[in-house]
């Protein structure tokens, strides 16, 4: 049963101003892994990190720093969570997050459903 979805949008050149500006923003929102990857895929990284966080209804014990996206040898993206953010899906009964995310035309964008059995969350 869907419990939530969540869609966000993210101008890539602004986006990339904006951690030219604040350099601090890469570590707070990306892991390690993530730090690697081009301004085009980083921005898409953060609009489904903001994605996952309206598909929850809030930000209540999330944490950017435990939401790593990372993909599947297929190249299909998922959520790494740890910490109290894997917590809290735990807690709402959510059993599985859909992600999926795209960049084209100057703008990146990611959509995620989160499922929970009948009855929970």
């Known amino acids: 049963m869907i ?3 969540g869609v966000d949008l993210v101008d890539i050149a ?3 101003r904006s ?3 604040t350099p ?3 570590t707070r929102l990306f892991s390690p892994d993530e730090r690697m990857l081009k301004p085009r895929s980083l921005a898409a990284r953060y609009a489904a990190k903001e994605a996952l966080i309206k598909a929850l209804g809030g930000s209540d014990g999330v944490h950017w720093s435990e939401i790593e ?4 040898a297929s190249g299909r993206p998922l959520f790494r969570l740890s910490g109290s953010t894997a917590a809290v899906l735990t807690e709402r009964g959510i059993t599985a997050v859909h992600l999926s995310m ?3 035309a100057g703008i990146a ?3 995620v459903v989160a499922e929970a059995e009948k ?3």
């Not at 996206?69 to 599947?72: G, L, Q």
Request: aromatic fraction near 8%; charged fraction near 25%.
């Open 19 to 21: 951690i030219v500006r």
């Open 69 to 72: 996206i990372a993909s599947e």
């Open 109 to 111: 964008t990611a959509y």
């Open 119 to 121: 009855g929970a969350a």
């Open 3 to 5: 419990v939530g979805i």
């Open 24 to 26: 601090r923003l890469l």
């Open 102 to 104: 795209s960049h084209d």
């Open 14 to 16: 602004r986006f990339e």
